[in-house]
């Protein structure tokens, strides 16, 4: 009853990533690992080709092997929260409750970022097709 659900989420959050690859200021690599996770549960074929992509497979085996994000990941990440900040209250002059609310929120969001380990850059993905 769940594998049809799992599927569809899956291409879903494989093409919001393949969006955010070519999107500025769109997250990537989050979509991507959910999109690892839901076909994880639904099609192992599918797992297994986004694990063995050459771009993305090595970081998301590091997410899954150890929850490692590669360095350059973590300042890009940053940067780009930095400059969506920069983007929302230009466009959108918030009131200072709001601006003061999301940039807690984007403060939190990179500690969890910063503070995940770091995967060396070129890890090389391992097999890991096993379903939970």
Same mark, same amino acid.
């Given at each position: 009853?769940?594998?049809?659900?799992?599927?569809c989420?899956?291409?879903?959050?494989?093409?919001c990533?393949a969006?955010?690859?070519?999107?500025?200021?769109?997250?990537?690599?989050?979509?991507?690992?959910l999109?690892?996770?839901?076909f994880?549960?639904?099609?192992?074929?599918?797992? +297994?080709?986004? $694990?063995?992509?050459p771009?993305? !497979?090595p970081? =998301? %085996? *590091?997410?899954?092997?150890?929850?490692? /994000?590669?360095?350059?990941?973590?300042?890009?990440?940053c940067?780009?929260?930095?400059?969506?900040? +920069?983007?929302? $209250?230009?466009?959108?002059?918030p !009131?200072?409750? =709001? %601006? *003061?609310?999301?940039?807690a929120?984007? /403060?939190?969001?990179a500690?969890?970022?910063?503070t995940?380990?770091?995967?060396?850059e070129?890890t090389?993905?391992k097999d890991?097709r096993?379903?939970a």
């Amino acid at each position: 009853m769940t594998r049809i659900p799992c599927i569809c989420l899956g291409w879903l959050m494989l093409a919001c990533g393949a969006v955010g690859a070519v999107v500025p200021l769109m997250p990537t690599t989050i979509f991507l690992i959910l999109a690892a996770w839901f076909f994880a549960r639904s099609s192992p074929r599918m797992e +297994a080709w986004l $694990l063995g992509h050459p771009h993305f !497979g090595p970081t =998301l %085996a *590091a997410w899954n092997e150890t929850g490692a /994000v590669p360095r350059r990941a973590k300042v890009a990440a940053c940067l780009g929260m930095g400059a969506g900040f +920069a983007l929302f $209250l230009a466009g959108a002059q918030p !009131g200072p409750w =709001l %601006a *003061a609310g999301v940039a807690a929120l984007l /403060v939190v969001s990179a500690l969890y970022v910063v503070t995940r380990p770091t995967a060396a850059e070129g890890t090389e993905a391992k097999d890991n097709r096993s379903c939970a």
